[in-house]
């Protein structure tokens, strides 16, 4: 499996992860140290509350000594993912919360995360590719 970051302008080889604690994102992780970058966590807790998940990806940050930064994007998610796909459901069509919660939470809050840590590149465990 090959990893690849996305950079904005490739001056450092610091990289903000959406992480989960998941075997994706613990392998992206693992993978992106290999290449050299200086790795932090991402965790996006879509629920009110701080979850069990939210606990697992910190006892799995800390045991990989991978800082994680937590957010809490419960309002935003409920609005712009849950409310739409309910919306689409009862209109008879099978919406896909990810083609939406993609470009207006996820990309997003990796981003302005890159910006508060200095990072040039984001990444996530999803979409590897294996050559």
Do not use: W
Request: charged share 25%.
């Amino acid at each position: 499996m090959k990893v690849k970051a996305m950079k904005r302008d490739g001056h450092n080889k610091k990289v903000v992860l959406g992480f989960s604690g998941g075997v994706d994102s613990t392998a992206a992780a693992l993978l992106l140290r290999r290449e050299g970058y200086e790795v932090t966590g991402l965790f996006f807790e879509v629920g009110e509350e701080k979850s069990a998940s939210a606990r697992s990806a910190e006892k799995i940050a800390a045991q990989m000594d991978i800082p994680l930064l937590y957010r809490n994007v419960s309002q935003d998610f409920a609005r712009e993912i849950i409310e739409s796909f309910c919306e689409e459901y009862l209109r008879g069509r099978t919406p896909n919360p990810c083609v939406r919660c993609n470009p207006m939470i996820k990309f997003p809050a990796l981003l302005r995360a890159a910006d508060d840590v200095g990072a040039d590149s984001i990444a996530t465990g999803h979409y590897a590719g294996v050559h």
